[in-house]
């Protein structure tokens, strides 16, 4: 039988972090630089934009259209940005998994640039292709149902809407487990592999979902008191300078110019963000890897 244990594989991610914590800040380090190149590039695009973004969602009173154009004008910038942004994910995430899978591998905090990294940037686009076509699928398909079911009354309508998109999230959450090997999969073979974790998780994915949970709950009390700590001392900072907390929001508003990506607060903000993004990652990887070295099932 598989050898898998859902409370051990939610926790292995909090071990790899108590055992190399430099390495954890130099993965984060690699994410925030990716984190300001990406910013920098969106400010570029879609920066004169954003002032209009703000006014349309925090308006007294909104009106859905003015918003969806405003989310349009700045959505050149952000696609551009995430594109940018991949290749360190990418960068990240192989080392986290040289970290669990290569620890003699440990030079450099586990960072490279080669074959595996190549791989695992394939498979980010990959898995992100296929989740935009399936809920550009499932929004049509809900969208199309919920207008034949308001046929015969609003309250349907709404109805089959909701129970559409509750639908559509747990598909796409199942998808994410029943995929989950496909990360050290493709990394240990530095390239491209998706369905053997389709056949290699099945019958296990209950397990595997309550491993995920339990990680990424861990991971939000670990979050909350880590932006409790983050908050209370940017606030005390920014109190000492002669300034107010209502400042802390105005400054982590999306910035319009160059220059305000460089500010002393949405620094702070972004490197608190990109430690969050390399634990969490750690987390995940951790439940994946604890997987795929348990489940004995034959691909």
Same mark, same amino acid.
């Given at each position: 039988?598989?050898?898998?244990?859902?409370?051990?594989?939610?926790?292995?991610?909090?071990?790899?972090?108590?055992?190399?914590? =430099?390495?954890?800040?130099?993965?984060?380090?690699?994410?925030?630089?990716?984190?300001?190149?990406?910013?920098?590039?969106?400010?570029?695009?879609?920066?004169?934009?954003?002032?209009?973004?703000?006014?349309?969602?925090?308006?007294?009173?909104?009106?859905?259209?003015?918003?969806? =154009?405003?989310?349009?004008?700045?959505?050149?910038?952000?696609?551009?940005?995430?594109?940018?942004?991949?290749?360190?994910?990418?960068?990240?995430?192989?080392?986290?998994?040289?970290?669990?899978?290569?620890?003699?591998?440990?030079?450099?905090?586990?960072?490279?640039?080669?074959?595996?990294?190549?791989?695992? =940037?394939?498979?980010?686009?990959?898995?992100?292709?296929?989740?935009?076509?399936?809920?550009?699928?499932?929004?049509?398909?809900?969208?199309?149902?919920?207008?034949?079911?308001?046929?015969?009354?609003?309250?349907?309508?709404?109805?089959?809407?909701?129970?559409?998109?509750?639908?559509?999230?747990?598909?796409?959450?199942?998808?994410?487990?029943?995929?989950?090997?496909?990360?050290?999969?493709?990394?240990?073979?530095?390239?491209?592999?998706?369905?053997?974790?389709?056949?290699?998780?099945?019958?296990?994915?209950?397990?595997?979902?309550?491993?995920?949970?339990?990680?990424?709950? =861990?991971?939000?009390?670990?979050?909350?008191?880590?932006?409790?700590?983050?908050?209370?001392?940017?606030?005390?900072?920014?109190?000492?300078?002669?300034?107010?907390?209502?400042?802390?929001?105005?400054?982590?508003?999306?910035?319009?110019?160059?220059?305000?990506?460089?500010?002393?607060?949405?620094?702070?903000?972004?490197?608190?963000?990109?430690?969050?993004?390399?634990?969490?990652?750690?987390?995940?990887?951790?439940?994946?890897?604890?997987?795929?070295?348990?489940?004995?099932?034959?691909?």
């Amino acid at each position: 039988m598989a050898s898998f244990a859902p409370w051990a594989a939610a926790l292995a991610g909090f071990r790899l972090v108590r055992e190399r914590p =430099l390495a954890v800040l130099a993965w984060a380090g690699v994410i925030f630089l990716g984190r300001q190149v990406s910013q920098i590039l969106i400010t570029v695009i879609s920066g004169k934009f954003m002032p209009a973004l703000d006014a349309a969602v925090n308006a007294k009173t909104i009106d859905p259209q003015v918003v969806l =154009l405003a989310y349009q004008a700045v959505a050149p910038g952000y696609v551009a940005g995430g594109l940018v942004l991949m290749p360190f994910g990418a960068i990240m995430i192989a080392a986290i998994y040289r970290a669990y899978l290569r620890p003699e591998e440990n030079r450099w905090c586990f960072l490279r640039l080669g074959r595996e990294e190549a791989a695992v =940037l394939a498979l980010i686009l990959c898995l992100d292709l296929m989740a935009m076509g399936a809920l550009a699928f499932a929004g049509a398909l809900i969208g199309a149902l919920a207008n034949l079911a308001a046929s015969t009354g609003d309250a349907t309508g709404a109805l089959v809407e909701l129970l559409g998109l509750a639908g559509a999230v747990c598909a796409l959450v199942w998808g994410v487990v029943r995929l989950a090997l496909a990360w050290p999969l493709t990394f240990q073979s530095g390239r491209l592999v998706l369905l053997p974790s389709w056949k290699r998780t099945r019958g296990h994915a209950w397990p595997l979902l309550a491993a995920f949970v339990l990680a990424e709950g =861990l991971m939000a009390v670990v979050a909350i008191l880590l932006f409790s700590v983050c908050l209370g001392l940017t606030g005390a900072a920014m109190v000492a300078s002669g300034g107010t907390m209502e400042q802390i929001g105005d400054a982590l508003k999306p910035p319009s110019v160059v220059a305000d990506i460089f500010a002393p607060l949405p620094l702070v903000f972004s490197a608190f963000q990109s430690l969050l993004l390399a634990l969490g990652a750690a987390t995940l990887a951790g439940v994946a890897v604890s997987a795929h070295h348990g489940l004995d099932v034959q691909a």
